[in-house]
């Protein structure tokens, strides 16, 4: 039995140390001409956090599971969501 685990911490050990050998060592990070690191691409900021209090919750720190549950019922982002993920096809 102490000769599986052993097999078993061997292979997990020459798997994890093969990801290093496999990757791509010329590879460099690429740089703007400022020298920053180029960011370029697509970037999503959908969120479900807003990045202000909603004013209805008025200075209460704390929502019950009601209230919670109804914020989560209204929140634009789930409706959207569940909108998007309605079939396409109505037959």
Not at 27 to 35: A, E, L
Not at 72 to 77: H, L, V
Request: glycine letters at 4%.
């Amino acid at each position: 039995m102490q000769n599986c685990f052993n097999n078993i911490y061997i292979l997990l050990l020459t798997l994890s140390l093969s990801s290093v050998l496999i990757a791509q060592p010329d590879w460099q990070v690429p740089f703007t001409s400022y020298g920053h690191p180029d960011l370029q691409g697509v970037w999503t900021s959908a969120s479900v956090t807003s990045l202000e209090r909603d004013k209805t919750l008025g200075g209460t720190l704390i929502v019950d599971i009601e209230e919670a549950r109804r914020l989560e019922n209204e929140s634009a982002f789930n409706v959207l969501t569940e909108a998007d993920s309605a079939p396409s096809d109505p037959n």
